[in-house]
Protein backbone atom coordinates (compact mmCIF):
# COMPACT_ATOMS: atom_id res chain seq x y z
CA UNK A 1 0.00 0.00 0.00
CA UNK A 2 1.18 3.04 -1.03
CA UNK A 3 1.60 5.69 1.46
CA UNK A 4 3.23 8.88 2.92
CA UNK A 5 2.87 10.13 6.54
CA UNK A 6 4.15 13.68 7.75
CA UNK A 7 5.18 14.39 11.16
CA UNK A 8 6.71 16.91 13.09
CA UNK A 9 4.36 19.62 12.94
CA UNK A 10 3.11 21.82 15.77
CA UNK A 11 2.77 25.09 17.05
CA UNK A 12 6.21 27.41 17.79
CA UNK A 13 6.47 31.41 18.14
CA UNK A 14 7.47 33.71 15.37
CA UNK A 15 10.70 33.28 14.85
CA UNK A 16 11.22 30.00 15.60
CA UNK A 17 11.81 26.76 14.02
CA UNK A 18 10.54 23.49 12.96
CA UNK A 19 11.57 20.06 10.69
CA UNK A 20 8.79 18.06 9.29
CA UNK A 21 9.25 14.65 8.30
CA UNK A 22 7.58 12.79 5.53
CA UNK A 23 8.07 8.54 5.46
CA UNK A 24 7.25 6.99 1.97
CA UNK A 25 6.36 3.58 1.54
CA UNK A 26 4.75 0.97 -0.72
CA UNK A 27 7.03 2.54 -3.26
CA UNK A 28 10.67 3.45 -3.61
CA UNK A 29 11.33 7.48 -3.19
CA UNK A 30 14.22 7.34 -5.22
CA UNK A 31 11.93 6.86 -8.37
CA UNK A 32 9.92 10.17 -7.54
CA UNK A 33 10.20 13.99 -7.68
CA UNK A 34 9.39 14.82 -4.40
CA UNK A 35 7.59 18.03 -2.38
CA UNK A 36 6.10 20.13 0.06
CA UNK A 37 2.72 21.73 0.01
CA UNK A 38 0.47 23.80 2.44
CA UNK A 39 -3.10 25.44 2.15
CA UNK A 40 -4.48 27.47 4.58
CA UNK A 41 -8.27 28.05 5.89
CA UNK A 42 -10.09 29.34 2.83
CA UNK A 43 -7.09 29.23 0.81
CA UNK A 44 -5.74 27.13 -2.22
CA UNK A 45 -2.99 24.71 -1.56
CA UNK A 46 -0.13 26.06 -2.40
CA UNK A 47 3.61 24.61 -3.80
CA UNK A 48 6.35 25.48 -1.06
CA UNK A 49 8.93 23.49 -2.18
CA UNK A 50 10.10 20.48 -4.52
CA UNK A 51 13.55 18.47 -4.85
CA UNK A 52 14.79 16.16 -7.70
CA UNK A 53 15.38 12.65 -7.80
CA UNK A 54 18.94 13.12 -6.93
CA UNK A 55 18.44 16.36 -5.22
CA UNK A 56 20.26 18.59 -8.07
CA UNK A 57 17.58 20.53 -8.74
CA UNK A 58 15.61 22.37 -5.84
CA UNK A 59 12.68 24.93 -5.82
CA UNK A 60 11.22 27.33 -3.46
CA UNK A 61 8.12 29.13 -3.23
CA UNK A 62 8.79 32.92 -2.94
CA UNK A 63 7.68 33.16 0.17
CA UNK A 64 9.58 31.10 1.82
CA UNK A 65 13.27 31.29 -0.02
CA UNK A 66 16.16 31.82 2.81
CA UNK A 67 14.19 30.25 5.47
CA UNK A 68 12.75 26.60 4.46
CA UNK A 69 15.00 23.82 3.27
CA UNK A 70 14.02 20.92 1.85
CA UNK A 71 16.10 17.53 1.52
CA UNK A 72 15.89 13.69 1.05
CA UNK A 73 17.20 10.80 1.88
CA UNK A 74 16.89 8.14 -0.45
CA UNK A 75 18.35 5.41 1.71
CA UNK A 76 15.67 5.92 4.24
CA UNK A 77 13.02 6.74 2.06
CA UNK A 78 12.18 10.07 3.70
CA UNK A 79 12.12 13.44 3.33
CA UNK A 80 12.13 16.63 5.15
CA UNK A 81 11.55 20.40 5.55
CA UNK A 82 13.58 22.55 7.38
CA UNK A 83 11.79 25.78 8.62
CA UNK A 84 13.17 28.58 10.33
CA UNK A 85 11.98 31.86 11.21
CA UNK A 86 8.55 31.13 11.15
CA UNK A 87 6.01 33.85 10.50
CA UNK A 88 2.47 33.77 11.32
CA UNK A 89 1.45 33.61 7.70
CA UNK A 90 3.18 30.00 7.07
CA UNK A 91 0.51 28.58 9.36
CA UNK A 92 -1.26 25.98 7.35
CA UNK A 93 -1.51 22.14 6.95
CA UNK A 94 1.84 21.03 5.40
CA UNK A 95 1.45 17.90 2.94
CA UNK A 96 4.06 16.37 1.05
CA UNK A 97 4.08 14.47 -2.47
CA UNK A 98 5.29 12.62 -4.73
CA UNK A 99 4.90 12.40 -8.38
CA UNK A 100 6.91 10.53 -11.62
CA UNK A 101 7.12 13.30 -13.72
CA UNK A 102 9.92 15.33 -14.59
CA UNK A 103 10.05 18.79 -13.12
CA UNK A 104 6.46 18.78 -12.56
CA UNK A 105 6.14 22.50 -10.82
CA UNK A 106 3.66 23.41 -8.19
CA UNK A 107 0.41 22.36 -9.98
CA UNK A 108 -1.11 19.71 -7.71
CA UNK A 109 -2.56 18.01 -10.36
CA UNK A 110 0.89 16.72 -11.49
CA UNK A 111 1.09 15.14 -8.34
CA UNK A 112 0.82 11.40 -8.00
CA UNK A 113 1.20 10.88 -3.94
CA UNK A 114 0.13 12.44 -1.12
CA UNK A 115 0.44 12.55 2.45
CA UNK A 116 -2.42 13.45 4.96
CA UNK A 117 -0.89 16.46 6.24
CA UNK A 118 0.61 18.06 9.44
CA UNK A 119 -0.75 21.23 11.35
CA UNK A 120 1.66 23.87 11.90
CA UNK A 121 0.52 27.10 13.62
CA UNK A 122 2.55 30.01 14.27
CA UNK A 123 1.55 32.33 16.54
CA UNK A 124 2.37 34.15 20.30
Known amino acids: QVQLVESGGGLVQPGGSLKLSCSAS????????IGWFRQAPGEEREGVSS????????YYADSVKGRFTVSRDNTKNMMYLQMNSLKPEDTAVYYC?????????????????WGQGTQVTVSS
Open 97 to 113: AATPFEVPGFNPARWRY
Open 26 to 33: GFTLDNYY
Open 51 to 58: ISRRGSRI
